[in-house]
């Protein structure tokens, strides 16, 4: 555990820089002496305990997710009266952020829209994108390695996470460039930011508009690809969505699971690359890599929290939540929890319980792209490893090890790299 000192009542979570830089003092003490808390400022109940975090979960019926990517500030267009929200909530979605995003739904909504979803990216497709992403990571590689550096976020992580999402989704891949073009090559709003601005998007228009497009030509003329098959998808009760709810749904597949890959890959390979050692491990033995993975969610997770919002009044940690309590659940703090994680602050690629982690969340919202972000992260750990001799930071761009200079993103929300500058020596060819 950090041996940092902390003071809650005189740091603003949601705008100090410092915070958002280096999180692990703060959640350290907190889960010492406050699993959850009231902080004053705001009035938001900050939970950072792992059982505490799981009972928020496993209780849709009491947390809404409806402001899952808003801020601490809540400005609702309604009085708070009355003993249930519920109705309330779905009657005012509209001026919730992101509110078309099914990772703010609560059921039924979500329960529908979620069912569409996992029938379309199923164990049987994951495993048909495997070998897409595997020579993805090859044909990266290919220009990379040459170059003897790169600027691993934008350079390898961002195109790859883009690429691996599209054929999930069975994008022809004379389309993928266009993706590219608009997902990978210019940095968009970062939730989270320190200014407690709340993003609305309106990014993933164009992503609406093209598979609106695909799914209205599919039903037309069905082809038997796997873009037909998304447009003939139905709900748990049969009925046809409209092509609006399954542009949505698969937009949603790019918006979630693309920047928390992208970081996942950022955290796990500046581990890597400044721990010889532990390079040299994962190389000699490949094997260890999924569970270096799952290590690397649990202590250095790319999402460190989201919020909720009591539908009904509540306890947890001891603390009474009266309806319209705004919660922050701090997942990257539960990572560290003492009372399920043994020597919390050490890096155990061999731990026993890591893929406890809550990285991916738990309950109905559990990421439903999670085994395709493992899947990624494996292969390119694999073969980067498998394809050099060594990997280093940058010293140029970041500094020596003892006095590191990282671009890290300024919010309280994601855990991760602007930009990471690696050198690397390539294998040569056997």
């Known amino acids: 555990m950090s041996t940092v000192k902390i003071d809650p009542t005189e740091i603003d979570y949601f705008t100090d820089a410092a915070v958002a830089a280096d999180s692990v003092p703060y959640f350290d003490h907190m889960l010492a002496d406050h699993p959850v808390w009231r902080e004053e400022k705001y009035g938001v109940v900050i939970v950072t305990g792992y059982e505490e975090a799981l009972q928020v979960y496993h209780h849709p019926e009491v947390y809404s997710s409806i402001n899952r990517t808003g801020g601490p500030v809540l400005d609702l267009p309604f009085e708070l009266v009355g ?21 703010t739904f609560d059921p039924p909504m979500h329960t529908d829209h979620r069912a569409l979803l996992m029938g379309l990216i199923t164990p049987k497709r994951l495993k ?4 897409f992403l595997k020579r993805t990571a090859d044909r990266f590689l290919d220009e990379l390695l040459p170059q003897g550096h790169c ?49 609305h998007h309106n990014s993933l228009e164009r992503l609406y508009d093209y598979f609106i497009e695909k799914i209205e030509e599919r039903r037309e003329n069905p082809t ?31 918006a979630a699971g693309n920047e928390t890959t992208v970081q996942l890959l950022g955290v796990a390979l500046a581990r890597i ?14 094997a260890l890599v999924p569970k270096f993975i799952e290590e690397a969610l649990r202590i250095e997770a790319p999402i460190k929290g989201s919020f909720r919002l009591t ?47 809550l990285a991916f969340g738990r ?34 761009h970041h500094g020596p090890a003892e006095d590191r200079r ?13 930009h990471l500058y690696l050198d690397y020596t390539e294998r040569e060819a056997q």
């Open 83 to 103: 003993e249930d929200l519920t109705d309330l909530l779905e009657q005012h979605r509209a001026h919730f952020p992101q509110n078309d995003q099914m990772v």
């Open 406 to 418: 990282w671009d890290l993103m300024a919010s309280y929300k994601f855990r991760g790299h602007n």
């Open 151 to 199: 600027e691993f976020i934008w350079d390898y992580s961002k195109r790859y996470a883009v690429l691996a999402v599209a054929d999930l989704l069975g994008v022809p891949e004379s389309d993928h460039p266009m993706l590219i073009e608009l997902l990978a090559t210019r940095q968009g709003p970062i939730l989270g930011n320190l200014n407690l601005q709340v993003a």
């Open 273 to 286: 690359a400044g721990d010889q050692e532990l390079q040299d491990l994962l190389r000699r033995e490949p």
């Open 311 to 357: 539908k009904v009044a509540t306890s947890i940690g001891g603390l009474d939540l009266e309806p319209g309590t705004v919660v922050l659940l701090l997942h990257g703090a539960a990572g560290r929890d003492p009372r399920i994680f043994d020597n919390p602050a050490e890096f155990d690629v061999k731990r026993a319980n890591a893929r406890q982690h």
């Open 363 to 396: 309950g109905i919202h559990t990421c439903p792209g999670a085994p395709l972000a493992r899947a990624e992260a494996v292969f390119s750990i694999q073969r980067l490893l498998e394809r050099t001799e060594r990997i280093s930071i940058s010293e140029q």
């Open 128 to 131: 048909e994108n495997e070998e």
């Open 224 to 254: 038997g690809d796997i873009l037909t098959g998304m447009s003939l998808a139905t709900f748990p009760d049969g009925t046809l969505p409209e092509p609006i709810d399954v542009a949505r749904i698969a937009s949603n597949l790019f």
